[in-house]
Nanobody
Framework: EVQFEESGGAWAQPGGSLRLSCAASELTLDDYVIGWFRQAPGKEHEGVSCITPKDGNTFYSDSVTGRFTITVDDAEGTVYLHLTNLRPEDTAVYFC????????????????????????WGQGTQVTVSS
């Protein structure tokens, strides 16, 4: 299955911006749903955003809608998460994960994102927002 490596996490001031990268081991991602998740200190993993390149659907959690944007670079097999208007509560380790998606109802991708339940997680990339 496809594997990912996250990068781009850093410190930022409230109101600042960052771009996170998720490099895939496969160049073609049309058969997957790819999502960004995060875990704040002392909290459970939370689904942030996901994209299904096959049909171009995207989903966002209520807390990031209008502030974060997920995109995919088909040529490089990389998924990005653009974070703007950052808030201290955005501080967390951010992870990317994937699941098979072959023309399923996009609602299933949304439910997969909201569940945020995986047997294992990668190293992730740390985002810290503070003054």
């Amino acid at each position: 299955e496809v594997q990912f490596e996250e990068s781009g996490g850093a410190w930022a001031q409230p109101g600042g911006s960052l771009r996170l990268s998720c490099a895939a081991s496969e160049l073609t991602l049309d058969d997957y749903v790819i999502g960004w998740f995060r875990q704040a200190p002392g909290k459970e993993h939370e689904g942030v955003s996901c994209i299904t390149p096959k049909d171009g659907n995207t989903f966002y959690s209520d807390s990031v809608t209008g502030r974060f944007t997920i995109t995919v670079d088909d040529a490089e097999g990389t998924v990005y998460l653009h974070l703007t208007n950052l808030r201290p509560e955005d501080t967390a380790v951010y992870f990317c994960e994937a699941a098979p998606y072959k023309g399923d109802d996009p609602i299933l991708a949304r439910l997969w994102l909201e569940r945020a339940d995986f047997a294992s997680w990668g190293q992730g990339t740390q985002v810290t927002v503070s003054s």
